[in-house]
């Protein structure tokens, strides 16, 4: 006799492991049972009845970094004189937005890239750090300006952080008191062939060294 | 209804800096507001006391980064003061045309960011940046500098005026007063634009008196006080201007007042241009570390800089300043937001705001 199967007590179907999986196994199952045929040969499988992580893995690399780099969005947020540059950029002389991938935001969580223009004090240091963990990974830091970058003029002050890579990882120092908006221009478009890949440095640099932050701070 | 309390800042796109404001808002009317300033503060006055006198001027120009030109003059004046050293005629007139030329660029970048703060008028801050970057680029060819200048010396500036000064100055003048006459065309018939100044943020005559506010935005609420018509400096008593006043001392009389401002500005440019000895010398002494000495006595310097009086306060001694206190109008303006903002709505706080035109380098100092 056969043994009594556990039913389900609204339907009274009977139980299937098939029930009990989430969409993303079913749908690794339904792949597999397609595969079934083409094990062994080498054949590329129709992507429709592939998983999406491994449309990713597939195309990952190349268009992603393409999507990324193309769509650097700064944060629109300045501290002092270099904001006022950093305005000259977006204005009509330089017009940054021309580019059509440097589309300044108002709110970190839409953003890519963080223009530090100013001198960091002690007191802003906690609020460009919160602003930093608002945004959506992955995400890069330019440092505009000496002060940023080392604390410039007011290196001799007891309120200034010596330069804000003390604070986050910075991916691109911009130098002068304060830069022309052309420097800030090449900075970002340095940034853009970084993303991209083409130049040395990558997301993973900026990944890791934040992870390694964060374990540092637990510490 | 109950009070809420709402945090703006301090990083926020409309504080142009770093301001905190806590707002006790009752609906969406404002009940009580706290201003938390000091987030930009680098102890420059302490600095200023380490250094030699001709070494602190580019502190100073960082103290109002749109108008840096004018902290540099007030520094310079008064340690010319300190030292009794006279500066040349021509130099008076070149240091006046410059002056006013960067009062220019600062009302100019005002405008702009104003019709930015209260409706993303992202046209006429457009338009002001593109004459901005007209008056810059002559900046830049006569002093050498971009946005810091640091372009005056003791008795003078710090290189000849280049020959074609004149002609350059005048074709731009020309060029300025003619789009900006195209500004109130564009503002003064915008009804967004209208309703979101007239009647808004109101400061009396009295009240403008007992907070001490300073430059325009004194002068909007009908006090016509002017230290360059009330202790002339330079050659601005030669010089045929009059200061705009206005009665109702509303947001709007605030825009008109420095709207007004860029004329007379062009006015004084005009005249001082065709006064300016032909062939004058107008480089100043050479930075030396050690300079002549100054007399240790105390110095105070006013100046009409374009957000309002500016004063240096020093105690001179032998080769660098033994105190230095700078009184900035951006300070004394902010201390009357709490005020105008009482009864307000909640959307009129950048307006009422950015109609005060403070900038944080030299209210934290």
């Known amino acids: ?219 | 209804m109950a009070i809420m309390r709402i945090n703006v800042g301090p990083i926020h796109p409309s504080t142009h800096g770093v301001l905190r404001l806590v707002v006790d808002v009752d609906g969406d009317t404002i009940k009580n507001v706290e201003t938390h300033i000091g987030f930009l503060h680098r102890g420059v006055e302490k600095l200023c006391e380490t250094r030699m006198y001709m070494q602190n001027p580019s502190y100073f120009e960082k103290l109002d980064y749109i108008s840096p030109m004018s902290w540099d003059e007030i520094y310079v004046a008064s340690v010319e003061e300190a030292m009794g050293i006279e500066v040349k005629e021509a130099a008076q007139y070149a240091r006046v045309i410059l002056l006013e030329l960067q009062r220019i660029a600062n009302h100019l970048l005002w405008i702009g960011t104003l019709c930015n703060d209260i409706g993303q008028m992202f046209t006429v801050f457009m338009w002001c940046f593109r004459e901005r970057a007209e008056v810059l680029k002559l900046l830049e060819d006569v002093t050498g500098g971009r946005m810091f200048y640091v372009n005056m010396r003791l008795g003078g500036l710090n290189r000849q005026l280049p020959p074609d000064f004149r002609d350059r100055t005048h074709a731009l003048i020309d060029y300025i007063e003619g789009k900006v006459a195209e500004y109130e065309d564009v503002l003064d018939s915008n009804g967004i634009f209208m309703e979101r100044l007239k009647g808004v943020g109101v400061l009396k005559r009295r009240d403008a008196i007992d907070y001490g506010v300073a430059g325009p935005v004194l002068r909007a609420s009908g006090i016509e006080e002017d230290v360059r018509k009330s202790a002339p400096y330079y050659v601005y008593d030669r010089l045929d201007f009059s200061v705009p006043t206005k009665a109702l001392g509303d947001c709007y009389a605030r825009y008109r007042i420095r709207y007004e401002e860029i004329f007379q500005s062009i006015r004084i440019i005009r005249q001082a241009l065709d006064m300016m000895p032909e062939k004058g010398d107008v480089v100043g002494a050479p930075i030396k570390l050690i300079g002549p000495a100054a007399k240790p006595d105390v110095v105070i310097v006013r100046r009409e800089l374009p957000k309002g009086e500016g004063i240096i306060y020093m105690v001179p001694d032998k080769q660098k300043p033994y105190r230095l206190s700078i009184r900035a109008p951006g300070f004394v303006n902010l201390a009357v937001l709490p005020k105008l903002l009482e009864g307000a709505k909640f959307a009129d706080i950048f307006a009422v705001f950015g109609s005060l035109d403070i900038i944080f380098g030299e209210t934290d100092r």
């Open chain 1, 1 to 219: 006799m056969a043994e009594a199967q556990a039913v389900d007590a609204e339907t009274g179907a009977p139980y299937t492991p098939e029930r009990f999986m989430n969409a993303e196994q079913k749908m690794t199952a339904l792949v597999e049972e397609s595969l079934a045929g083409y094990k062994g040969q080498k054949r590329s499988v129709n992507a429709m009845f592939t998983k999406l992580s491994d449309v990713s893995k597939m195309m990952s690399k190349p268009l992603i970094t393409w999507g990324r780099s193309n769509s650097l969005w700064p944060l629109q947020f300045g501290l002092a004189c270099c904001a006022i540059e950093l305005m000259d950029f977006g204005a009509s002389r330089i017009d940054a937005e021309r580019k059509g991938y440097l589309l300044f935001r108002g709110t970190p969580r839409q953003c890519d890239v963080m223009i530090v223009a100013g001198w960091v004090t002690k007191s802003v240091v906690p609020r460009i750090k919160r602003l930093y963990e608002q945004m959506a990974e992955p995400r890069y830091v330019v440092a505009f300006g000496e002060c940023a970058t080392c604390g410039g003029p007011w290196w001799e002050s007891y309120n200034i952080v010596k330069g804000i890579d003390q604070v986050l990882p910075v991916d691109i120092y911009v130098a002068g008191c304060p830069p022309r908006p052309e420097n800030l221009f090449s900075a970002l478009m340095k940034l853009q062939q970084k993303v991209g890949g083409k130049i040395a440095g990558n997301t993973e640099r900026n990944l890791s060294e934040t992870a390694r932050r964060n374990e540092s701070e637990r510490l």
